[in-house]
């Protein structure tokens, strides 16, 4: 991350050293799933938990985008896709 002239403020991994190593270690065990699925895996089992909890409880999942939400997140990506496409015309 640069500031305004340019200077770099903050450097990010990903995936950090610690889950990298995780990553190579369940590659070697599994070598024909792709890596971004180890890498995604326990956010992806905290969002199921989430899901599974809140059907279950009939309410809805905490700190989980609605179906109303990813309904408006596509309609935005199409209204920028339109713009866009029009703009580089």
């Known amino acids: 991350v640069a500031d305004g002239s340019g200077a770099e403020v903050a450097k990010f991994e990903f995936p950090d050293a610690d889950t990298q190593a995780k ?3 369940l590659c070697a065990a599994d070598p024909e799933m792709m ?3 180890f890498v995604q895996s326990d956010d ?4 199921k938990d989430r899901v599974i909890k809140s059907a279950l409880k009939g309410g809805e999942a905490q700190d989980v ?6 309904i408006e997140a596509l309609k935005l990506a199409e209204y920028c896709t339109k713009e866009l496409t029009a703009a580089m015309k």
């Open 65 to 70: 985008a609605t179906i109303q939400t990813a």
């Open 35 to 37: 890596p971004y699925f």
């Open 23 to 25: 990553v190579d270690e």
């Open 44 to 47: 992806y089992l905290v969002l």
